[in-house]
């Protein structure tokens, strides 16, 4: 996540702190030190308060890092890579790169989270009980801490993805039917309805008087809706391009021009004349590079008449090229990660292809035109998707992370 701060690292794991999660840390300070606290435990000073609070606030935050680290401690235990750990203002987010490869492991990563918040929470139950009635400071943080984790325990087994319990539900669908895309889609079903439900009472919440909860609940349901639709399409996309490999989308007679020709004459001849964007640099007969339309613009206009493709191209050390055999999902990411539009496919040496976003966008079109969608009205509604493989890092990451939510962070 962009604006995250590198906290430290924990057995391995890079753990961020996103600086929406100040936002809720000091929201919730407040809440606890002027709502919370005096109701339960009257007669502390004003700053034991705002210290209790605080010190509360930041257990919470600790439960939720705790709750994420049993997510990312199973993922690595079944042999799937650990990115990182980024707390934010609705919760925790687990940074994991693959997809479980079977709906055992995918049930064990979801659940070890809520199991080891309801834990948490029973700890610190058993823990507050010696002290009840004693109106202490530790017993008022030991009980927040009881409630919040059970809480937090309990809300993330709601059977909607990208929720906890959404990914159980996914499991046990995928387990029964055979079919991670049908699964996916039923979870990310549940999952949008539910996120429908919170935005809902969220709005009734608000006008009900109850307007900080109710804005806290609609932003969760906003949340959980835009996870729940990039994780469906990701998840869709990757089933469509199944089996397809970088042969068959590939375009086989890309326009190619010489390394030693001037930019001036790269323009004229080829870019304005064929509508090119960018184009593959040949030096005699072997690939050496591709050059731009921003290659090209970053050389000042009146030097383009001296100065020849090879020098203002990128150089094929520098470009990522991949294999014709090589399936569609696997490269795919390579182009959203990179931001690039085009990789030039490479077979023993020699140059066959390119394969562009726009050959991608077209594939997935005529095997609309052709009724092959595998599923219906999908492909006409996620070309966009396709078509913004840009934002597709965006989606990669959604689809492949754990996001956990804080249900009502000032009860
Ligand atoms: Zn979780």
């Not at 009257?42 to 600790?62: D, I, K, N, Q």
């Not at 987010?93 to 979801?110: D, L, R, T, W, Y």
Request: glycine share 10%; charged share 10%; with cysteine.
């Amino acid at each position: 996540m962009p604006g995250s701060l590198h906290l430290g690292r924990i057995a391995g794991i890079d753990i961020y702190i996103h600086f929406s999660w100040l936002i809720i840390f000091v929201f919730l300070t407040w809440s606890l030190a002027t709502g919370w606290f005096p109701q339960l435990y009257p007669g502390w000073s004003t700053a034991t308060y705002w210290l209790v609070s605080a010190v509360a606030a930041l257990l919470l935050f600790v439960s939720v890092l705790l709750h994420e680290l049993a997510h990312s401690f199973v993922a690595r235990a079944r042999g799937l890579p650990v990115k990182n750990i980024t707390l934010f203002i609705f919760g925790g987010v687990s940074n994991i790169q693959q997809e479980p490869a079977s709906p055992g492991v995918e049930f064990q990563m979801a659940v070890v989270g809520p199991v080891v918040s309801l834990l948490i929470g029973f700890v610190a139950y058993l823990l507050m009980l010696p002290l009840r009635g004693s109106n202490s400071p530790l017993q008022g943080i030991l009980f927040y801490l009881a409630v919040t984790n059970i809480l937090l325990g309990i809300f993330n087994l709601i059977p909607g993805f990208p929720l906890d319990g959404g990914r159980v539900l996914r499991s046990i669908v995928w387990k029964a039917s055979g079919s991670l895309r049908v699964a996916t889609r039923v979870a990310t079903i549940v999952g949008q309805i539910i996120a429908y439900l919170f935005i809902l009472l969220g709005i009734w919440l608000f006008f009900g008087g109850n307007v900080l909860n109710g804005i806290w609940i609609g932003f969760i349901g906003w949340f959980l809706l835009s996870s729940a639709q990039s994780a469906n399409s990701q998840v869709m996309l990757e089933s469509m391009f199944r089996g397809v490999t970088v042969g068959e989308v590939m375009n086989t007679k890309p326009t190619t021009v010489p390394a030693n020709i001037s930019l001036q004459r790269l323009v004229d001849e080829y870019f304005l004349p064929y509508g090119l964007r960018s184009a593959l640099v040949m030096q005699a007969d072997q690939l050496a590079g591709l050059i731009t339309l921003s290659d090209i613009r970053h050389v000042p206009r009146e030097q383009w008449g001296q100065v020849p493709v090879g020098h203002a191209m990128v150089p094929l050390d520098r470009l990522h090229v991949v294999q014709p055999q090589q399936s569609l999902n696997e490269v795919l990411p390579l182009m959203a990660g990179r931001d690039v539009n085009q990789l030039p496919v490479v077979q023993n040496g020699v140059l066959v292809g390119v394969l562009s976003r726009d050959a991608i966008v077209r594939f997935l079109e005529v095997r609309r035109g052709l009724g092959l969608q595998t599923a219906e009205g999908y492909v006409g509604k996620r070309l966009s998707d396709a078509a913004q493989l840009t934002t597709g890092q965006e989606l990669h990451q959604f689809h492949r992370c754990h996001c956990d939510a804080i249900g009502t962070p000032h009860l």
